[in-house]
Structures are given as structure tokens and as C-alpha cells.
């Protein structure tokens, strides 16, 4: 059974940073690509980053490019999200995703996800 569970949300001033945390169970974690999405209140879940297994290469939404990064620990079986330079448009429930297939890489689509966390509150206040 893959689970995964986000830690690390909170609340923050604008300009602050925060690293959000996924840890996966019942996958083959260094053969499958991670992604991080986002929805905010009232909003359309959306796109925040990706890395692949193999490289490892990352990619990045335009909104989060320069302050976001995605890194990955296979040992751990954890992925992470370092937040830096928040906005409070950052502010949404973050969510950790794994597709089903090793063959997905560095896909934006929500579509090409199998396996999803629960979701972090992440809150940025102006």
C-alpha cells in the first residue's frame, strides 16, 4: 500500500522560508519521478515542481522558479520542497504525488499522478 504524508506547513511572514517534507512507503522510491502541487482557497490545484529519479533533473512553475527548490533523499525515501522568499499568494494546501509508472518524467500533469499525500496547510500572512 504507497503512502505518502506531507510534514512541514505552517504559518510564516512573507519573506520567510519554510522546507516541506514527503515521506513515501509501499513504492519503488529511486525509480519513480515526485512531484509537489498546490491548491488555494478557491482555486484549481496547480503545478509547483517535479524531480525525476533519473539524474535526478527538476523542474519548476514559473510562480515558484528562483525561490522554491525540490530535492530528493532515496536513502530516506523523502522527498523535499525549501520554500524561500514566501509570498502570500504562496498561501494553498501542498501536496506530495507519485505517479504509477518509472516512465513519467518530469511531467507538470496533475493527470500523469497515481499516488497522493493528504496535503500541508501552508500559510503566508502579508
Known amino acids: 500500500q504507497v503512502q505518502l504524508v506531507e510534514s512541514g506547513g505552517g504559518l510564516v511572514q512573507a519573506g520567510g522560508s519554510l522546507r516541506l517534507s514527503c515521506a513515501a512507503s509501499?513504492?519503488?522510491?529511486?525509480?519513480?519521478?515526485m512531484g509537489w502541487f498546490r491548491q488555494a482557497p478557491g482555486k484549481e490545484r496547480e503545478f509547483v515542481a517535479t524531480i525525476n529519479w533519473s539524474g535526478p533533473s527538476s523542474y519548476y512553475a514559473d510562480s515558484v522558479k528562483g525561490r522554491f527548490t525540490i530535492s530528493r533523499d532515496n536513502a530516506k525515501r523523502t522527498v523535499y520542497l525549501q520554500m524561500n522568499s514566501l509570498k502570500p499568494e504562496d498561501t494553498a494546501v501542498y501536496y506530495c504525488?507519485?505517479?504509477?509508472?518509472?516512465?513519467?518524467?518530469?511531467?507538470?500533469?496533475?493527470?500523469?499522478?497515481?499516488?497522493w499525500g493528504q496535503g500541508t496547510q501552508v500559510t503566508v500572512s502579508s
Open positions: 509501499g513504492l519503488t522510491f529511486n525509480r519513480v519521478t
Open positions: 504525488a507519485a505517479p504509477s509508472s518509472a516512465y513519467v518524467l518530469g511531467s507538470p500533469n496533475q493527470s500523469d499522478y497515481y499516488y
